[in-house]
């Protein structure tokens, strides 16, 4: 079955950076595009980009742009998002969401558990 | 960027009753391929969101036929038919019709 585990929680300063990690099993890595999708406490979802797994390319949000980067190593199945020069309103549940695989345009099929970032 | 607005905030609905929440984009999300690029998510407290509905109208696998969702274009509805207790959650509508997906604010729904 497909599993996403990401790394554990973090506690950051104002202007330190995150590096979250995200473990693929179940299925082909390099078949599948990977998200990063955020959620500030009692807050709605907000995508943050994408990583095509086979190709390595990539698509951020403007909001994020020049702050995010997402990457991965397809020997260790693991995706990676890593959010620089951080702020307290960056305080938030990062999730990593697999996607259907039904085109380019694909829902959230599969998520990861969560990994809390403190900005404080 | 699509906005997505959902109604209500908040919802009580009886067990075994009708629970119905509503979905608005700011644009179309109907594409030429005859598809509505529109998903419900289902969030219980300290989990990860997880896909009920895709394609505006088709049911995930393992997700109980209670649910259903429909609607085309830029209005949408999930449909609980039958309330249990086990469906209190907060519900999210959300496009991947284009970049930056977007997600509808939440609903709450409650047992009354």
Same mark, same amino acid.
């Given at each position: 079955?497909?599993?996403l585990v =990401?790394?554990g929680?973090?506690?950051?300063?104002?202007? +330190?950076?995150v $590096?979250?990690?995200?473990?693929?099993?179940?299925y082909?890595?390099?078949t599948?595009?990977?998200?990063?999708?955020r959620?500030?406490?009692g807050?709605s979802?907000e995508?943050?980009g994408?990583?095509n797994a086979?190709?390595?390319?990539t698509? %951020?949000s =403007?909001?994020f742009?020049g702050? #995010? /980067?997402?990457?991965?190593d397809?020997s260790a199945?693991t995706?990676?998002?890593?959010?620089? !020069?951080l702020?307290?309103e960056?305080t938030?549940v990062y999730?990593c969401?697999?996607?259907?695989g039904s085109g380019?345009?694909?829902p959230?099929a599969?998520w990861?558990q969560g990994?809390?970032v403190? #900005?404080? | 960027d699509i906005?997505?607005t959902q109604?209500?905030?908040s919802?009580?609905?009886?067990? *075994?009753e009708?629970a /119905?929440? @509503?979905c608005?984009s700011s644009?179309?999300?109907?594409s030429? @391929?005859n598809? @509505?690029y529109? +998903?419900?998510?289902q969030?219980?407290?300290g989990?990860?969101? $997880?896909?009920?509905?895709?394609w505006a109208?088709?049911?995930e696998?393992?997700?109980?036929?209670?649910? !259903?969702? *429909?609607g085309?274009?830029t209005?949408?509805?999930l449909?609980v038919?039958s309330l249990?207790?086990?469906d209190?959650a907060?519900y %999210?509508?959300?496009?991947y %019709?284009?970049?930056?997906?977007?997600?509808? =604010?939440?609903t $709450?729904?409650?047992?009354k």
């Open positions: 079955q497909v599993q =990401q790394s929680a973090e506690v950051k300063k104002p202007g +330190a950076s $590096k979250v990690s995200c473990k693929a099993s179940g082909t890595f390099t599948y595009s990977m998200h990063w999708v959620q500030a406490p807050q979802l995508w943050m994408w990583i086979g190709s390595g390319h698509t %951020y =403007q909001k742009q702050r #995010v /980067t997402i990457t991965r397809t199945r995706t990676y998002m890593e959010l620089i !020069s702020r307290s960056d938030a999730y969401a697999r996607d259907f380019i345009y694909s959230l599969y990861g990994t809390l403190t #900005v404080s | 906005v997505m109604s209500p905030d919802l009580a609905v009886s067990l *075994g009708r /119905t929440i @509503n608005k644009q179309s999300l109907y030429s @391929n598809k @509505n529109l +998903a419900w998510y969030q219980k407290p989990q990860p969101p $997880k896909l009920l509905i895709y109208s088709t049911r696998s393992g997700v109980p036929d209670r649910f !259903s969702g *429909g085309s274009g209005d949408f509805t449909t038919s249990q207790a086990e209190v907060v %999210y509508c959300h496009q %019709y284009g970049t930056p997906y977007t997600f509808g =604010q939440g $709450k729904l409650e047992i």
